[in-house]
């Protein structure tokens, strides 16, 4: 069984960065495929960024997000730059137990709680 714990959203203006981190336990993250979803109100999960052994990143997100892993911290890390009004949503940490990142959000069986990204213009 894995636990993860999102940490690090808040209210930021337009431009402005964040950075999110999630906590794992009950397994090592090297073993598995992490990703970052988000979901804001009204539309369905949508895939962020994701790491194996390589970085997958949604178009919208490429060039401003960067998703990277301290294995021995055990944790996940999605820096945000250059955040938009549209990146608003709440995020999650997502794992599987697979060797690639699916940016299908039913290919995961363990999920954070989320934490919510405002961004005001």
């Known amino acids: 069984q894995v636990q993860l714990v999102e940490s690090g959203g808040g209210l930021v203006q337009v431009g402005a960065s964040l950075r999110l981190s999630c906590a794992a336990s009950?397994?090592?993250?090297?073993?598995?495929?992490m990703a970052w979803f988000r979901q804001a109100p009204g539309k369905e999960r949508e895939f962020v960024a994701g790491?194996?052994?390589?970085?997958n990143y949604a178009a919208s997100v490429k060039g401003r997000f960067t998703i990277s892993r301290d294995n021995a911290k055990n944790t996940v890390t999605l820096q945000m730059d250059s955040l938009k009004p549209e990146d608003t949503a709440v995020y999650y940490c997502?794992?599987?137990?697979?060797?690639?990142?699916?940016?299908?959000?039913?290919?995961?069986?363990?999920w954070g709680q989320g934490t919510q990204v405002t961004v005001s213009s």
């Open positions: 997502a794992a599987r137990a697979a060797v690639v990142v699916s940016t299908v959000f039913q290919d995961y069986g363990y």
């Open positions: 009950g397994r090592t993250i090297s073993s598995l495929s």
């Open positions: 790491i194996r052994y390589n970085t």
